[in-house]
């Protein structure tokens, strides 16, 4: 069984979650994933934090987002398209 408190490097945490190394500095550099750094090139992860963070991002299923029977849903969330010119 794993350690919950070892921290993971970029590529344990790539094979963990299935997410190329490369997507990961980039989340990094923008701030998108949590993580711990060190120094200037040393960053690692937290077991715990990346769990949470997944949480967070799973979709729930559409029947639990969908309000009282009867009330319709729209397909995309938007507004309808305007018609016409302005």
């Known amino acids: 069984m794993e350690d919950p408190s070892r921290l993971l490097s970029y590529r344990e945490l ?3 979650i ?6 990961l500095y980039s989340w990094v550099s923008l701030g998108r994933v949590p993580h711990i750094r060190f120094s200037g090139r040393l960053v690692r992860f937290d077991p715990a934090a990346i769990a949470q963070w997944l949480a967070a991002r799973a979709v729930k299923p559409r029947e639990e ?3 009282q029977a009867g009330t319709p849903v729209a397909a995309t969330g938007r507004p309808p398209p305007r018609r016409g010119r302005r």
Request: net charge positive; proline share 17%; hydrophobic share 50%.
């Open 18 to 23: 299935g997410v190329p190394v490369a997507t």
């Open 65 to 67: 987002l969908a309000p």
């Open 14 to 16: 790539s094979a963990k």
